[in-house]
C-alpha cells in the first residue's frame, strides 16, 4: 500500500514552462486535494475533487488546471509558470465518510521557477 | 470553518509532556478539531480528532474545553522526533473534506 505518491520530487522550471505534477493513491480515495506551501507559511488549497469527473477550485486557483478522469489520478497543470508558483506542492487525499477523515498527504515536489 | 490562533513557537524539554494549546473561539456545533504535524518539510501527518469529548490515541491526546472555544494537544513524552510545526484545523465533519491550514506551532524538543 503506496499511500499518496507524488512525482517528480524536485522539479526547475524556465518561466513560461508547462509542466504536470502527478498525483496518485492506491487507497480509494474520493477526494483529493492540491496545497501549495510556501515559505513560513501554512498550506493553501489550489483544487480538489470529490470524485471522478468533478474538480472544483479553493483558495489559489489561478494559474493552475486539474481533472479527474480516474479516481487513483489527480494531475496538477501549470500552463505558464511564473516564479511566483515557486512552492512546494503537496496533493492529500481523504476517505469516504463524515467520521473518517484523516487526510493522507504526499511527500510533496519542490517546485522551483526562474 | 472557524479560525484557529496557536502561539508561533515552542520548547519543550525531551522525556516532557508537550503541551499545545489551540484557541477556537468561534467554533459552531459540528466543526471537529484536527491536529496535523509536519515534520521538515515533508507532508503533513495526522495526529488526532475530537468533537467535543477527549480522545487519546497512540500519539497524543486531544483536551477540548466544555464551552469547546480552545483545547489542548498532548505529546506525553515529548521525543527529538516529535520537533514539528503542529497544525490546528476546525472543519465541519458533514460532508466538507477541506482543510484551512494556518501557520502552526513549531515545537522544539530540547535534549
Known amino acids: 500500500n503506496a499511500g499518496v505518491t507524488q512525482t517528480p520530487k524536485f522539479q526547475v522550471l524556465k518561466t513560461g514552462q508547462s509542466m504536470t505534477l502527478q498525483c496518485a493513491q492506491d487507497?480509494?480515495?474520493?477526494?483529493m486535494s492540491w496545497y501549495r506551501q510556501d515559505p513560513g507559511m501554512g498550506l493553501r488549497l489550489i483544487h480538489y475533487?470529490?470524485?471522478?469527473?468533478?474538480?472544483d477550485q479553493g483558495e489559489v486557483p489561478n494559474g493552475y488546471n486539474v481533472s479527474r478522469s480516474t479516481t487513483e489520478d489527480f494531475p496538477l497543470r501549470l500552463l505558464s509558470a511564473a516564479p511566483s508558483q515557486t512552492s512546494v506542492y503537496f496533493c492529500a487525499s481523504i476517505p469516504p465518510g463524515s467520521m473518517n477523515t484523516e487526510a493522507f498527504f504526499g511527500q510533496g515536489t519542490r517546485l522551483t521557477v526562474v | 470553518d472557524a479560525k484557529t490562533t496557536q502561539p508561533t513557537s515552542m520548547d519543550c524539554a525531551e522525556g516532557r509532556a508537550a503541551n499545545l494549546p489551540c484557541n477556537h473561539s468561534?467554533?459552531?456545533?459540528?466543526?471537529?478539531v484536527y491536529w496535523y504535524r509536519q515534520i521538515h518539510s515533508q507532508g503533513p501527518q495526522y495526529i488526532i480528532h475530537g468533537l467535543k469529548n477527549n480522545e487519546t490515541n497512540e500519539m497524543a491526546s486531544l483536551i477540548i474545553t466544555e464551552d469547546r472555544k480552545s483545547s489542548t494537544l498532548i505529546l506525553p513524552h515529548a521525543t527529538l522526533r516529535d520537533t514539528a510545526v503542529y497544525y490546528c484545523i476546525v472543519r465541519s465533519g458533514a460532508g466538507s473534506y477541506q482543510l484551512t491550514f494556518g501557520k502552526g506551532t513549531k515545537l522544539s524538543v530540547i535534549p
Open positions: 487507497m480509494n480515495h474520493e477526494y
Open positions: 468561534t467554533i459552531s456545533g459540528n466543526e471537529y
Open positions: 475533487s470529490v470524485g471522478a469527473g468533478i474538480t
